[in-house]
């Protein structure tokens, strides 16, 4: 028996001065997130990746990870709140010469920026008695869409909007085709005369146009007078602005949005403008997950630069917080000043 334990001893005093000898260069971190944007409660992957480059296996080693507060963790996996998130830590083992995958499901539901960060790996010797720390200090972030609105009632304006656009519609005329021409009454502009035509004829004719113009809209989000600390309003406003803009482009009109929202980590410190078309959405949420309460400008040149880019015979939809009486005012004031019409959606 004293033989066999002494054996133990002579292996154990082995194996812990190699694991002492462990160069921590050669254990390597790497980190990743499935996808860099997401619905609300969708599930997404976050991919720990440890390589061990040194032939002596890692009998402990913790991956540790911060992850937002709004996340929700698989159960079994332990997790402390700390100042900076969520502290997680993940313990395995690596053998000599090999490469783990440690991946786990998550699913955020708030809309909003969030960022995971790989705080570090300890890995110990043999016995335990010491444990060596790597920082690795990666962040990936993961943008979270804000949520489609079911309300009737938007369901309803949104519908009596897109009929009267379809209405007025056949009432613009397309300068670019062509249904045909027509006798010249003294009532047309002198530029739609065909001369061509006219010569071959022996008598003026105008063209006719066809009634088919492609719709556009103008979708406007202002947050100028959205609290910081309000993001419930903040939020409601992104959504309704999606349920918005997708409700049309099912129409097949042109929708181009505009916000003057600070979009968060994306640097921008001007008024937004994203093109929003069947299939081509993708920018939109993404912006719309990346708005904060932070404006650039006020509604009044929000509204003004709008106007000087947009089509001459765009239609105006503008989402306001329901708080922000002034700039309901201001909309309707420009309204009558311009004689554009106005659309306002208060959330």
């Keep these: 028996m004293l033989p066999f334990i002494i054996i133990l001893i002579v292996i154990g005093a082995t194996l812990e001065i190699i694991s002492l000898r462990r160069d921590p260069a050669l254990v390597e971190h790497d980190y990743s997130v499935s996808t860099g944007s997401t619905e609300p409660g ?23 990870e911060v992850y937002p507060e709004a996340v929700t963790i698989p159960a079994g996996v332990s997790s402390r709140a700390t100042l900076d998130g969520l502290n997680v830590k993940n313990i ?5 010469l090999e490469r ?14 969030h960022v995971f960060t790989g705080d570090s790996i300890e890995f110990g010797d043999f016995l335990g008695f010491r444990v060596v720390s790597k920082k690795s200090s ?3 972030e993961i943008v979270v869409y804000p949520e489609k609105l079911d309300d009737p ?11 009267d656009m379809a209405s007025k519609r056949f009432l613009i005329r397309d300068p670019i085709l062509t249904a045909g021409i027509r006798e010249y009454t003294g009532r047309e502009p002198m530029k739609e005369i065909n001369w ?13 146009f066809e009634y088919n113009r492609q719709p556009s809209t103008c979708v406007v989000l202002s947050v100028d007078g959205v609290a910081v600390e309000d993001e419930a309003v903040l939020d409601k406003c992104c959504s309704t602005s999606r349920t918005i803009c997708e409700a049309l482009v099912k129409t097949g009109a042109c929708v181009n949005f ?8 994306k640097g921008r410190n001007h008024i937004w403008k994203c093109e929003v078309s069947p299939g081509h959405t993708g920018e939109l949420l993404e912006g719309l997950g990346r708005v904060t309460a932070a404006a650039c400008t006020d509604v009044d040149k929000l509204l003004q630069y709008v106007l000087r880019e947009s089509d001459p015979n765009a239609e105006f939809i503008v989402v306001l917080p329901e708080c922000d009486k002034q700039g309901i005012e201001r909309t309707n004031a420009l309204s009558r000043q311009t004689g554009r019409e106005f659309m306002v959606q208060t959330c």
């Design 42 to 64: 969708k599930p997404f992957v976050i991919r720990s990746i440890l390589t061990n480059k040194s032939r002596i296996p890692v009998s402990y080693l913790a991956v540790r």
């Design 92 to 96: 395995c083992r690596v053998k000599g």
């Design 100 to 113: 783990k995958k440690i991946a786990l499901e998550l699913t955020i539901a708030k809309r909003g920026v």
């Design 138 to 140: 990666y962040q990936r």
């Design 153 to 163: 009632a938007l369901s309803q304006a949104l519908s009596s909007y897109c009929g």
């Design 196 to 208: 061509l035509q006219s010569a071959r004829r022996g008598e003026l004719m105008v063209r006719e």
């Design 258 to 265: 505009y916000t003057n929202s600070f979009l968060l980590r």
